[in-house]
C-alpha cells in the first residue's frame, strides 16, 4: 500500500520559515518525479515545486528564490524548506509522487 504522509505545517508569522517532509512508503519512487501542491481556500491545486528523479528541482514563480525542493531517496523523504514567509502563502499542502499518488496534506498558516 503506498502512502504518503506529510508533517512540519504549522501556525508561522509573516517573515518566518517552516520545513515539511512528506515520507514515502509502498513503492519505489527513485525513478518518479515528485512535487508539494498547494490549495489555498477557494482556490484550485497548484504546483509549488518539483524535482525530477535526478534531483533537478522547478518553482512557481510565487516561491522563487523563498522556497527549496530536495529528496533523500534514502531516507524516503521529500522535503520542502520555505522561507520568507507570507500571508498568501497560507494553504494545505499536498505532495506527490507522479504520476498520481498524493498524501493528505498538512496546514500552513501564516499569520500575525
Known amino acids: 500500500q503506498v502512502q504518503l504522509v506529510e508533517s512540519g505545517g504549522g501556525l508561522v508569522q509573516p517573515g518566518g520559515s517552516l520545513r515539511l517532509s512528506c515520507a514515502v512508503s509502498g513503492i519505489n519512487y527513485r525513478f518518479n518525479s515528485m512535487g508539494w501542491y498547494r490549495q489555498a481556500p477557494g482556490k484550485q491545486r497548484e504546483l509549488v515545486a518539483g524535482?525530477?528523479?535526478?534531483?533537478?528541482?522547478t518553482y512557481a514563480d510565487a516561491v522563487k528564490g523563498r522556497f527549496a525542493i530536495s529528496r533523500d531517496n534514502a531516507k524516503n523523504t521529500m522535503y520542502l524548506q520555505m522561507l520568507s514567509l507570507k500571508p498568501e502563502d497560507t494553504a494545505v499542502y499536498y505532495c506527490n509522487v507522479a504520476p498520481d499518488y498524493w498524501g493528505k496534506g498538512t496546514l500552513v498558516t501564516v499569520s500575525s
Open positions: 524535482i525530477t528523479p535526478d534531483g533537478r528541482p
